[in-house]
Structure formats: structure tokens, C-alpha cells
T-cell receptor, first 113, second 108 residues
Framework: DTGVSQDPRHKITKRGQNVTFRCDPISEHNRLYWYRQTLGQGPEFLTYFQNEAQLEKSRLLSDRFSAERPKGSFSTLEIQRTEQGDSAMYLC???????????FGPGTRLTVT | DAKTTQPTSMDCAEGRAANLPCNHSTISGNEYVYWYRQIHSQGPQYIIHGLKNNETNEMASLIITEDRKSSTLILPHATLRDTAVYYCIACKDYKLSFGAGTTVTVRA
């Protein structure tokens, strides 16, 4: 299967720790997106990349959140000094340019204790 | 992007067509209507999109009214595996704004 993959699928961490999630997009897709989804809500857009360029990051929830896509292939999302309110599903998606036909990964479920 | 309004929930019978409505009365001329669904504990799945013409693919049909203020997603023969939250989104580029969607339950 050559869909979007995310690692890990589940992460439990203590408050104050840093966490990093990885996303591997579909290989020919040059756009990559990160979303956050809390229980009972639809996914919330965080940031996106076109190749290695991060073209929008204004929706990142605070300066504790950062994302990279250093070689235009996989991406990482880091949350520093985690808080209990960061507990959520973090979703990655990828697409070709100039379309919102996005393909989502299975998500990483973060639990902050 | 334009706001969309969908019913909170709906039930449909297995084997019958499911018609999911969406209102987007403030949609602009260059915004497409996208439909996604999310089955429990999975990432959202793209279904279909359109601008002003009706569209059909292997999953569903999308009917957009002539004034583009509303649309209907049709699942022609609903199965139990179609039980999911369905999202209607008006979008012109990349930034999908998911609302609460419609929770569709297909019953045997």
C-alpha cells in the first residue's frame, strides 16, 4: 500500500515532555498538511508544505508547535512542553498541487497525562 | 472559505440510496464543493468534488444546484460500511475547513 503513513500510531507522554510525530506522504504528492482533531470535532488545519517550503503556519496552535519537511519528502510535527490540552489525534495528509483532494493518514493519537 | 450547513445526523436503510444535503449559500464562484467522510478511528477519506456540474465517481454522485447554494451527496446503494461522519466543505485551494459534519448510520 502506498498511502500516507504516520508514526507512531499512539503516543502517551507526561505533561512537559516533548513529542515528535512523523508523516510519510504519497510519493508523488508535493503538498503535505497537518491537522489536529479533538473528540467530537472535525479536523482542524494546522500547517502545510509545498515541497520543503512551509507556506502557511499561522494556524499552528502556539509556539510550542513546529513542523519541518527538510527534503520535501517526509515531515515531522513536534510539540514541546506538552500540556493536557494537546491530547488529540494528529492527522497528516498529502495532495498534488492546486487541489483540495487530500489523502489522509491514519493519524497519531496523543495522550498527555 | 464559505460556511456550510449540514444536518447533524441521519439514518438510512442498507441497500437504499442515501441523500446527504449541504447548504453553502455564501459560496463564491471559484470555490469547489468537496465531500469527505470519516469512518470511526480512521483518517478522513476523499469522496468527490465539483464546481458547478454534477459529478459521479465509483463512490458517489454529487448534485449541485444551478445557483450553487446547495448540494446533495448521493450514495447509490448504502452499505453498513458507509456508516461514517460525512463532511461537506467549500474550498478554493488547499485549506479544508471541516465542520461537525453529518453522522450517517446505515441500518440493516
Amino acid at each position: 500500500d502506498t498511502g500516507v503513513s504516520q508514526d507512531p500510531r499512539h503516543k502517551i507522554t507526561k505533561r512537559g515532555q516533548n513529542v515528535t510525530f512523523r508523516c510519510d506522504p504519497i510519493s508523488e504528492h508535493n503538498r503535505l498538511y497537518w491537522y489536529r482533531q479533538t473528540l467530537g470535532q472535525g479536523p482542524e488545519f494546522l500547517t502545510y508544505f509545498q515541497n520543503e517550503a512551509q507556506l502557511e503556519k499561522s494556524r499552528l496552535l502556539s509556539d510550542r508547535f513546529s513542523a519541518e519537511r527538510p527534503k520535501g519528502s517526509f515531515s515531522t510535527l513536534e510539540i514541546q512542553r506538552t500540556e493536557q490540552g494537546d491530547s488529540a489525534m494528529y492527522l497528516c495528509a498529502s495532495s498534488l498541487p492546486r487541489t483540495a483532494e487530500q489523502y489522509f493518514g491514519p493519524g497519531t493519537r496523543l495522550t498527555v497525562t | 472559505d464559505a460556511k456550510t450547513t449540514q444536518p447533524t445526523s441521519m439514518d438510512c436503510a442498507e441497500g437504499r440510496a442515501a441523500n446527504l444535503p449541504c447548504n453553502h449559500s455564501t459560496i463564491s464562484g471559484n470555490e469547489y464543493v468537496y465531500w469527505y467522510r470519516q469512518i470511526h478511528s480512521q483518517g478522513p477519506q476523499y469522496i468527490i468534488h465539483g464546481l458547478k456540474n454534477n459529478e459521479t465517481n465509483e463512490m458517489a454522485s454529487l448534485i449541485i444546484t444551478e445557483d450553487r447554494k446547495s448540494s446533495t451527496l448521493i450514495l447509490p446503494h448504502a452499505t453498513l460500511r458507509d456508516t461514517a461522519v460525512y463532511y461537506c466543505i467549500a474550498c478554493k485551494d488547499y485549506k479544508l475547513s471541516f465542520g461537525a459534519g453529518t453522522t450517517v448510520t446505515v441500518r440493516a
